[in-house]
């Protein structure tokens, strides 16, 4: 995908029946590493990049007037595509969500 230059998005079907929300998400980024692709791509492909693609001006970045929904990850996931025993830590609206651990990292909903 680097050589031709080509941009490659993460995405799911989430929130139809029967789709969760997180285990895809961790999957398809796994794949994506195992298939070659650069952490760095891989991690704005999950985030940033598919935001400007949908133009949601206002998700996929941290600035003022965005959505302060962050995950918090422990190391250099620029480097390595995380895993879920490195999240530390998730923020949706700006307040901090208790996470379940394993593979399937979910927020559990208060």
């Known amino acids: 995908a680097e050589a031709l230059d080509v941009t ?3 995405g799911s079907d989430a929130g139809s029946p029967g789709v ?4 895809g998400a961790w999957l398809e980024m796994e ?3 195992a298939a070659g692709l650069d952490p760095h791509r891989v991690l704005c492909g999950a985030t940033g990049w598919s935001a ?6 206002d998700w ?3 600035a003022e007037g965005c959505w302060a929904d962050l995950l918090v ?3 250099q996931p620029e480097e390595r595509i995380p895993v879920p025993a490195q999240v530390r830590a998730l923020l ?3 307040r901090p969500v ?3 651990g394993g593979r399937h990292l979910l927020p559990t909903v208060a």
């Open 92 to 94: 949706r609206a700006g």
């Open 98 to 100: 208790p996470v379940t």
């Open 8 to 10: 490659i998005l993460t």
């Open 20 to 23: 969760l929300h997180g285990p």
């Open 52 to 57: 400007r693609e949908i133009g949601a001006r």
């Open 31 to 33: 794949l994506l590493g």
């Open 73 to 75: 990850i422990e190391g």
């Open 60 to 62: 996929g970045r941290i």
